[in-house]
């Protein structure tokens, strides 16, 4: 019995994180690649990447108008987009790693 308790204990709890993920969504970086590698969200929406990597990342939109500092195995870095449009993105350190973002009203 208590193990049943303990699985159902541990699906409420990944139900909880799949929801705040929804609103608060999240990058991984990992194996050299952006997860996920595209995103629709509302403007004024925060994006949060998270290094899982064990080399060093960075996220640098295409013409340059923003850049996150290196981030390191287990840092994460957030960015607020206040804008609707298409954002694309790539790893300075890495360029064959990119992302995109769409901001939707």
């Known amino acids: 019995m208590k193990r049943r308790i303990l699985l159902l204990g541990g ?7 799949a929801l705040a993920d929804e609103n608060k969504p999240v990058v991984t970086i990992d194996r050299a690649t952006f997860m996920p590698a595209e995103l629709e969200v509302k403007v004024g ?3 949060e990447w998270i290094n899982r990597d064990s080399d060093e990342h960075n996220v640098t939109e295409n013409t340059k108008a923003f ?3 290196i981030l390191d195995t287990g840092e994460t870095w957030r960015r607020v987009f206040t804008e609707a449009g ?3 993105y790539y790893c300075s350190l890495h360029p064959h790693m990119t992302g995109r ?3 939707v009203a």
Do not use: N
């Open 86 to 88: 298409t954002v694309e």
């Open 101 to 103: 973002i769409r901001v």
């Open 67 to 69: 850049r996150s500092p």
């Open 45 to 47: 929406t925060e994006i």
């Open 11 to 17: 699906a409420a709890l990944f139900a909880g994180a």
